[in-house]
């Protein structure tokens, strides 16, 4: 047979839970059962244990980030300027600035190699693993480049 106890008011007056917490103890056995926060504390310990796995992915070496120039009627913004690329350059990303992408943001092609970067051609740009823009891609870059190649875009 179970008894039903109230739990303590500090339980309830803590927030632990958003209503009352109860404790059942067995009446027959000499050990009694866990409490409610007892049994959830054990539970999120197992959880914590049993998840520690390295997280897998692939390391920032290995991939590359493209930054297209921007094929938008008077856009003259980039999705990267020197200083992010020599920030990311110094990560491990390896990063490849299509020619003349940050000509219209006043930042010529050797600001961009002194920070780190590779100057590339547009299809060089779209084949990373990475693709920064900074508006979306026209339908035509996302049916042949972006969803042909299983890329990542970013926009």
């Not at 926060?37 to 310990?45: C, G, I, L, M, N």
């Not at 980030?65 to 990560?91: D, F, Q, W």
Request: some cysteine.
């Amino acid at each position: 047979m179970v008894s039903v106890v109230r739990a303590q008011q500090v339980l309830f007056k803590t927030k632990r839970f958003n209503s009352i917490s109860w404790l059942c103890r067995r009446t027959t056995s000499s050990t009694p059962t866990q409490t409610t926060t007892e049994f959830a504390h054990q539970v999120a310990v197992d959880a914590a244990v049993s998840t520690k796995k390295p997280i897998g992915g692939a390391p920032y070496k290995s991939l590359s980030i493209g930054v297209p120039k921007e094929s938008h009627l008077n856009e003259k913004r980039v999705a990267l300027t020197p200083a992010m690329v020599s920030t990311l350059a110094k990560k491990g990303f390896t990063l490849h600035v299509e020619e003349n992408a940050g000509i219209g943001a006043s930042f010529p092609n050797e600001d961009y190699q002194n920070a780190g970067a590779k100057i590339v051609s547009r299809n060089a740009a779209y084949a990373s693993n990475i693709i920064l823009k900074v508006r979306q891609p026209t339908p035509e870059v996302c049916l042949r480049r972006i969803f042909f190649f299983e890329k990542i875009f970013v926009s």
